[in-house]
């Protein structure tokens, strides 16, 4: 109660008694100890006298909307004028009372009570089918983008081998026929086809399993990612700098974890600089209680600025260079969004490429 007149203070304890209410009530008279209260007294609801010795109601508004804008107002006074009530309802108030006429206070608490509750929920809500429909959007789009992909990323190798088992039909009766030649290039449309429904699989995984949270074993988890790839045309000929800073113990999704690495990974070798010697991968990490950061750089052919931009986009190829559906780095995203972290790249063509990885530490607690 911002109210200077113990009296009137105790006729309206009174009258919410009466009303069935059971309560804790802390009264205050000047704005020093009104904002006080607001902060550490955290009430339910405000009942406010209009004209104090040296604060108002106005000025009380002012702050409740300020700090605790979800809290019913309601201005207990004397005598004012229908323009006076109708500024305060304005500007927000919920209500007047006359302390002449305590009878309606009753009502007009549990009413305004009941309209800001009812009024956060639908806050809530809103709030819910805002994600629900950013969700939607997002799915939407990516449909659209698979479906506008897929015909080239699925059928192109399928073509391939089709196209590829005709000629091969074609030449068997002569002697130019070579059986291994077209059995490699089959072979290479395969997996490359095999690699696209891999990567969407990943995807499809990543967004319907929840996440599993253990312990990690950060040089155990470099090991297995770079084991993962060390049959990549170019693995023997990169250089593997390995920095761990394991300040604390780091928890997190281990599958996740070792898809987005050795994805990237992947990326360094695959991307590396033919002209270049020697070709180095440099990853570091570093661990606190809040979070994993994940530093990994390479000195390859590096991505131009002009596809910074757009290489976390589903299918996008940002080089000749990449024969692959253009899925790894979407799927790297998808998952460290899923985690809660967060990816960032920078680029200098030629010179370095740096993917900066930040991994909440979701430790359980005890």
Known sequence: MLEDQEDDALLIERALRKGGFYFE???????????????EFKPDVILSDHALPQFNSIEAL????????????????????????????????????????????????????????LEIKRRRDAAVIKEQNEHLTKANREIDSFVYSVSHNLRSPLASVLGLVRIARHEMATQAFDPARYFNLIE????????????????????????????????????????????????????KMIHTSNNVPF?????????????????????????????ILTVNMSTDSKQATFEIMDNGIGIEAQSLPNIFNMFYRGTIKSDGAGLGLYVVREMVMKLGGTISVSSEPGIQTTFTISIPNSKKNG
């Open 25 to 39: 009530a802390l009264r205050v008279d000047d704005r020093k100890e009104f904002i006080k209260a607001i902060e």
């Open 62 to 117: 002012k702050i409740r909307q300020e700090k605790l804008p979800d809290t019913p107002f309601i201005l207990v006074t004397g005598a004012v004028s229908d323009e006076f009530a109708a500024q305060c309802i304005k500007l927000g108030a919920d209500d007047y009372i006359l302390k002449l006429n305590l009878s309606r206070l009753s009502a007009s608490v549990k009413n305004s009570i009941e309209y800001h509750q």
């Open 251 to 279: 928890y997190s999704d281990l599958y996740r974890l070792k898809i987005i690495l050795s994805n990237l990974f992947s990326n360094s070798v695959n991307f590396m600089d033919e002209n270049k010697t020697p070709n």
């Open 188 to 239: 290479h449309s395969i997996l490359k086809l095999d690699d696209t429904i891999k990567e969407i699989l990943k995807y499809s995984k990543n967004e319907r399993t929840e996440v599993s949270i253990e312990k990690i074993d950060l040089p155990a988890l470099m090991a297995d990612c770079l084991e993962r790839i060390q049959y990549l045309k170019g693995f023997d000929k990169l250089e």
